[in-house]
């Protein structure tokens, strides 16, 4: 019952979940509170069928064609609203990334990583939605991969056990110093 209608204009007929009798939003005239029965049917009801509802059943008179177009204008202004909310979120979402972006690729870049590398670094980083870039807690550099599952069953496969001792537990190995942790 929840996001059934709970209230009426009684001039314009608008429907509202509100069940506060505050004025209309669209016209300002004042809203009534509705039956369980009248809730019901309005909020089963779609166009049409629902304004000769409101108009038969609740208010008692024919909604005048300005209150129609005025609820449709409404209607139309607070889409626009929603939408140009959303690409603002939206535009917003993709400078805080570029912003990410070209702080992890300038990081990579203070400490003379080749740009290609760089890039590469900031990449995977974003992809991996990292807050912010590892650092080899030997040296500090930024330039390092991931040790990944394939290369430690490859080592495992060649060498044996001996082999995948040095990966045991390490996720990052740095190209700089050689250090795995």
Not at 13 to 39: A, H, L, R, V, Y
Not at 117 to 142: F, N
Request: aromatic fraction near 10%; glycine fraction near 6%.
């Amino acid at each position: 019952m929840a996001w059934w209608f709970k209230s009426v204009c009684t001039i314009c007929g608008q429907c509202s979940f509100s069940d506060e009798t505050n004025p209309c939003e669209i016209c300002g005239g004042q809203c009534k509170k509705m039956s369980i029965i009248q809730s019901y049917k309005t909020s089963h009801l779609g166009g049409q069928e629902r304004n000769f509802y409101v108009e038969k059943n609740i208010i008692n008179h024919k909604i005048a064609t300005q209150y129609l177009l005025a609820r449709e204008d409404y209607f139309r202004k607070k889409e626009e609203e929603r939408k140009n909310a959303k690409e603002k979120i939206e535009q917003e979402k993709v400078l805080a990334y570029q912003n990410q972006y070209l702080k992890f690729l300038s990081e990579a870049q203070s400490q003379n990583i080749p740009n290609a590398r760089a890039e590469s670094i900031a990449s995977y980083a974003m992809q991996h939605e990292m807050y912010s870039l590892p650092h080899c807690p030997s040296c500090g550099s930024v330039d390092v991969s991931k040790i990944g599952t394939g290369t430690k069953i490859a080592k495992t496969a060649a060498f044996g056990i001996v082999g995948a001792m040095s990966d045991v537990g390490k996720i990052w190995k740095c190209n700089k110093c050689g250090n795995k942790w």
